[in-house]
């Protein structure tokens, strides 16, 4: 088992542009989970997401910001119109249901705006 | 609101000594506590929970619910324990609320 696999794992972009993370979660497993870690803070929460399903979506910034999880292929986090405050390391994590204590994390997407 | 605090950003001790990580936390409901360990250029990982009352890696940690603490102990610390180390409250649901992180490095 790969483990939970995210890509790219170094993303550089300029303002304006948009940015796609993917994820993909450990076999077997349906619930993904993203948080973003600010540099000098802890991992928040942004959201949750089964196949197809938002389930929560409270930790996303309102504008800019979504998630989707299709039937088929990766979780993907779309960023449109970066800005330099976006510039973080985004974690995803997968889970075979929704819990706490079962989430495994992938190794992070560190995002750059310029 | 969830919280969870770690007063301390770096903690460095010498082989052979004990260590002490702190977590607090507040929440309102029965918590579920966890500490994650970061080693360098590796994933974020699950060292151990509070539910499992487990010792790994030598670590372990007790759960206090009068003064809301959840420290991380190991009474003889190794060089390959450098690493960040999270705590984390899971509340009674999926979210997981983390702290900053304490940056332990342990020297020869």
């Known amino acids: 088992n790969a483990g939970v696999m995210q890509n790219p794992r170094h993303l550089v972009r300029r303002r304006g542009q948009e940015a796609r993370l993917r994820c993909s979660p450990m076999?077997?497993?349906?619930?993904v989970y993203w948080y973003r870690q600010l540099p000098e803070e802890g991992l928040k929460f942004m959201v949750y997401?089964?196949?197809?399903?938002?389930?929560?979506e409270s930790g996303m910034p309102k504008e800019r910001f979504s998630a989707e999880f299709p039937k088929e292929g990766p979780s993907i986090l779309r960023i449109q119109q970066v800005v330099r405050g976006d510039s973080a390391a985004y974690f995803c994590?997968?889970?075979?249901?929704?819990?706490?204590?079962?989430?495994?994390f992938g190794p992070g997407t560190r995002l750059t705006v310029l | 609101a969830q919280r969870v605090t770690q007063p301390e950003k770096l903690l460095s001790v010498f082989k052979g000594a004990p260590v002490e990580l702190k977590c607090n936390y507040s929440?309102?409901?029965?918590?579920?506590l966890f500490w994650y360990v970061q080693y360098s250029r590796q994933r974020l990982q699950l060292l151990l929970r509070?539910?499992s009352r487990e010792s790994i890696k030598g670590f372990t940690a007790d759960l206090n619910k009068g003064e809301t603490s959840f420290h991380l102990k190991k009474p003889f610390a190794q060089e390959e324990d450098s690493a960040m180390y999270y705590c984390?409250?899971?509340?009674?649901?999926?979210?997981?609320?983390f702290g900053k992180g304490t940056l332990l490095t342990v020297n020869p």
């Open positions: 994590a997968s889970s075979p249901w929704g819990s706490a204590d079962t989430q495994y």
């Open positions: 076999k077997g497993h349906s619930h």
């Open positions: 997401l089964q196949k197809e399903n938002i389930i929560d």
């Open positions: 929440y309102s409901g029965s918590p579920e």
């Open positions: 509070h539910i």
């Open positions: 984390a409250l899971g509340g009674s649901n999926y979210k997981l609320t």
